[in-house]
Structure formats: C-alpha cells, structure tokens
C-alpha cells in the first residue's frame, strides 16, 4: 500500500496537509485515492453514505479546530449546498472540499452535462472555487488549499476536471 | 396530561448519564433550544446547519476526540432528514458516540405540523442499525447501565410537545465557534 500511496499524486498531496480526517463518497476519479485515504495510518476517513453528510462531518473536526478534507463528486456537492451555506460559510469553518467537476470538454458524459453547468449556476456564486487539471496539478495543492481557507476562514473548493490534452489521471 | 417527559428534562437526564459532561451536539431548532435550556455548557455544539446534521457534525467531533465522549442529540424530524448518518456511523464504528433520539412527534420549530415518522417505532429503527443491546429507551437506563454500553449506541426518549418554543439561543455563530473551540482543546 505504501508505494501505492507514492503513485497517487493526490493522496500525497493530502497527506502532506496532515489533516485530522478525511471524508467522503466516492467518483471514479477519486476511487484510488480515498481508497489510500481508508488504508492511512495517519488520519481515519470516514465513508459517508451521503454528500451532505460529509459537509457536516468536516464541520465537526473543524469546530475543534482541526483539518478535515472532503473529496465528492460535483453533483454531490449540489446536494450539499444547505450544509455548506449554514455550517462551512455561517461558522466560517476552513476546512477543504476536493470535488471531481464531471461533464467537462473532456469528460463529455451525457448524464454529466448538467452537473456541471449547474455546479456552475449554483456553487461558484456562493463559495471559492479554484480549478485544477485532475491529472496537473501542483504537489502542494492540499496544504496550500489548507492555508487559503485557514485565512480566509471559510470552506475552499478544489475542483478537478479532466482536461483535452492532459494525461487524464480519472479511472471512470 | 401527559406523562411523558418534556424535551428540556429528557436532554438534562441523559446528560447525567455521563460521569463527566459530554459533547453534545444538538440539532438546529427545537434541540439546540432545550439543550441550552436544560444548562448552557462550552462543551455544547449548537448546530445551525440543516435539520438532522447534528449526527453528522457528532461523528467528525467524535473522530478528532476519540478520548471524549460525545452525544448527539437529534429530534424525530431531523433524524428523518439524515437517516443514512445511522449507516455511516455503523460503519465508522465511533467508541465514543452516542446518540440521543427525542420523539416528539411533531415538528416542534414548524407549527408542530406533525412529523411523517409519527406512527415509526424508533427503538426498532435504533437496533436495526446498532444492535438490541446498544439501543435502548432513555426510561430504562441507569448511569451504571449506560456506562455498560458499547458505543456508538442510541438512546431514544419519548417526549412530550412543548406548548412553546425554547428561547432563542441568544448566541452569534462566531460565539459559539469560538466558545466550543476552546472547550474542545481543553
């Protein structure tokens, strides 16, 4: 498991933010990774039968003043939105949401479309999101993502698309 | 006149369960307001989140404290609204968390406008997901009781509707951030 876990550029890139739990439901592109983030030693990661649950896990670790990464797919986050408005935005909680942005140029599923233009529509407006190629992104992404929101004092969303051109770093 | 207990009592008799206070983590509405009435404690998490996040909340506060113990307390219409928390929280296997379930029937918050899960038998919903021994009716306990119970466990209290709302918190979210921060580090 240990040199799976040097092959997954976003494990590594969590790990190195050491946060205190890890949470989430899975999207293909996340498969590998929170399958690494269930074998850690170094954090638990709680699997959520839900999206929205995880916003409210997260936001328990981080009323006690500890890092909690949230990885979900963007029609989850959509599902989630209640939570994040009066539990991530009202208490001001930096704790860091990893969503797969389904439904791009490069990712062309028909059932993924309008997730993502309603991930537009719907979350962008209310929270930062910064975005990243799933398969090019830098090493310190997660610790970086971290400190923004520990600044800013509120949730960041890290969103990961597939790009034309890139490597694709997605199982599905 | 009923017999049952009100919801500000059933949440301070399970809190005595405990030898020392516990987290408790409450429900936005009707639990964070009998919570702070039955005794404001900076070891309280009033949750402003949607109806039912509390279990949800309990669970990451019990993952980053697993020397503590921690008590969500959840009404009958919230419960509904995140019953796959139940799932999950089987799963996570807490040792230290515990839920509190208060049945009042009604959606106290909301014109008492009567909940879908009214004629629903919690105590079988509770074992179906936690096992016989680790459900068990707030009545039946005893501190000693309690103490002997596996976690994550459910208690569920069948309570009275109150004539009125509880008072209002009279707290921001930035006191109540800041005020259970430091509790919790200490």
């Known amino acids: 498991m240990a040199q799976a876990a040097t092959d997954d550029r976003l494990y590594r890139s969590i790990a190195a933010a ?3 739990l ?3 439901v899975p999207d293909g592109m996340l498969a590998q990774t929170i399958m690494l983030c269930a074998a850690s030693d170094d954090f638990p990661y709680i699997a959520c039968a839900r999206e929205e649950e995880c916003i409210g896990v997260a936001s328990g670790a981080a009323m006690a003043g500890e890092r909690a990464v949230v990885m979900v797919q ?4 959509l599902n989630s939105l209640g939570a994040l408005a009066t539990m991530g935005l009202r208490y001001g909680l930096p704790f860091v949401v990893i969503v797969t942005n389904r439904g791009a140029l490069a ?10 233009e309603a991930f537009d529509a719907g979350v962008r407006p209310m929270a930062r999101v910064f975005d990243f190629d799933a398969a090019d992104f830098p090493d310190d992404l997660i610790p970086a993502a971290f400190k923004w929101a520990e600044a800013a004092r509120k949730p960041v969303i890290i ?7 890139s490597g694709g770093g997605a199982a599905a | 006149m009923s017999n049952l207990p009100s919801q500000q009592d059933a949440i301070a008799a399970a809190l005595a369960l405990y030898p020392s206070r516990p987290f408790a983590v409450s429900d936005i509405g009707s639990q964070s307001g009998w919570l702070k009435g039955a005794g404001h404690d900076a070891r309280n998490l009033y949750v402003s989140g949607p109806m039912g996040l509390a279990t949800s909340v309990a669970l990451g506060l019990a993952a980053v404290r697993p020397n503590d113990q921690v008590l969500a307390i959840a009404g009958d219409g919230a419960l509904a609204m995140n019953l796959t928390s139940l799932a999950t929280i089987v799963g996570a296997k807490p040792r230290n968390l515990s839920i509190l379930l208060v049945d009042n029937r009604v959606y106290e918050f909301t014109a008492s406008v009567p909940t879908p899960t009214r004629e629903m038998d919690w105590l079988a919903v509770g ?3 936690f096992g016989a021994d680790q459900c068990v009716r707030l009545s039946d306990l005893t501190a000693e009781r309690w103490a002997g119970i596996a976690r994550p466990a459910m208690i569920v209290a069948d309570v009275a509707p109150a004539p009125a709302k ?5 707290m921001t979210p930035a006191m109540i951030r800041m005020e259970f921060l430091k509790a919790s580090k200490a």
Not at chain 1, 107 to 116: A, F, L, T, V
């Open chain 2, 127 to 129: 074992r179906a997901f």
């Open chain 1, 22 to 24: 890890v949470t989430g």
């Open chain 1, 18 to 20: 050491k946060p205190k």
């Open chain 1, 107 to 116: 990712d062309p599923n028909g059932y993924d479309i309008e997730k993502r």
């Open chain 1, 159 to 165: 969103a990961l698309e597939k790009r034309l051109g």
């Open chain 1, 74 to 77: 963007n029609a989850g986050l």
């Open chain 2, 166 to 170: 509880p008072p209002a918190l009279g």
